[in-house]
């Protein structure tokens, strides 16, 4: 009998993740996935099951890998606009340096998946809540700390750098202009900072977007 042919579980899942990150939910077959990974069909539904639990198990790869990366800066010792300008410019090189302009596995399965899929929908629900979280909280502590404009509400800033977060993976898969991504959130943190005769940096940051343009 000829013995089953082993693999590594975890590089298979990444080439998975990447599979799917490029072609999406519906045009990836489970040959493609088998072939990429370069296991047989039924090594492939020995370790995985089907195509649903790959792609489960991908997803939470992904947000793992790639969102973990990017939520890090919420956990960074800087003022909450600082953390911010940051996260934002990270996402915006992480979308450019990709060649494929692949955008983001989690919004692209909003868009293709979640509509038919209720378990999935949970999983991106979740996870754009803890972003919006976070944004709130960075509000709060930036406006108690006056960095950010106390007039603005949190809860609906923290929702609109969801939607500018979001829109940006989007709009890259289209126009991965620098430029543009850049444009299109200069505005959001001139609204962020405090008004202009509050701080000197924030005459300075005024100043840096005005030349910007």
């Not at 289209?174 to 202009?196: D, S």
Request: glycine letters at 4%; one cysteine or more; charged letters at 25%.
């Amino acid at each position: 009998m000829a013995r089953p042919r082993q693999f590594d579980e975890q590089v298979a899942l990444e080439v998975a993740m990447n599979r799917f990150w490029e072609h999406g939910y519906e045009r990836t077959t489970v040959r493609d996935l088998s072939d990429q990974m370069g296991v047989t069909l039924s090594s492939f539904f020995n370790a995985f099951g089907d195509k649903r639990s790959v792609f489960e198990r991908a997803l939470q790869l992904y947000i793992l890998e790639v969102v973990g990366s990017l939520t890090a800066h919420f956990d960074e010792d800087a003022p909450p606009l600082a953390i911010l300008e940051r996260f934002f410019a990270d996402l915006i090189d992480k979308s450019l340096e990709d060649p494929d302009n692949k955008g983001c596995l989690l919004v692209n399965s909003a868009v293709e998946v979640v509509p038919h899929d209720a378990a999935f929908r949970d999983v991106v629900v979740q996870m754009m809540a803890r972003f919006e979280k976070s944004f709130e909280k960075l509000v709060r502590r930036g406006q108690r700390q006056g960095t950010v404009n106390v007039a603005l509400s949190p809860k609906e800033m923290a929702k609109l750098l969801l939607a500018l977060m979001v829109s940006l993976r989007l709009l890259v898969r289209a126009r991965p202009e620098r430029a543009l991504l850049e444009g299109a959130i200069r505005p959001v943190f001139m609204l962020l900072a405090p008004p202009i005769s509050n701080t000197k940096s924030s005459s300075k940051r005024l100043r840096n977007s005005i030349a910007g343009d």
